[in-house]
Nanobody
């Protein structure tokens, strides 16, 4: 059974930084594309960033230049470095593993950007 566990969320002031982690319980992590998504209260879940097996990254326009996605296959972990955070970045952040035509989701970690 695939389990994804996010961590690193919390309360941060505008302009601050956080690093989210998502640890996978399976070695298929190494052959899976990974992504970070977020969902703000009352809004639909939206793509934040993705990273392929070979490390090719893609970002939503609203995080370009501020967020960086990376992966450590030895640790089966994907990261999201978030800098210059804004109040509108407040949301639950979820990681997703795509493998074999299936999507697996974590339970999310809450990021709150507020002064």
């Amino acid at each position: 059974q695939v389990q994804l566990v996010e961590s690193g969320g919390g309360l941060v002031q505008p302009g601050g930084s956080l690093r989210l982690s998502c640890a996978a319980s399976t070695s298929i992590f190494r052959i899976s594309a990974m992504g970070w998504y977020r969902q703000a209260p009352g809004k639909q879940r939206e793509l934040v960033a993705t990273i392929t097996l070979s490390g090719i990254t893609n970002y939503a326009d609203f995080v370009k230049g501020r967020f960086t996605i990376s992966r450590d296959n030895a640790k089966s972990t994907v990261y999201l470095q978030m800098n210059s955070l804004k109040p509108e970045d407040t949301a639950d952040y979820y990681c997703k593993m795509a493998w074999g035509g299936m999507d697996f989701w974590g339970k999310g970690t809450l990021v709150t950007v507020s002064s």
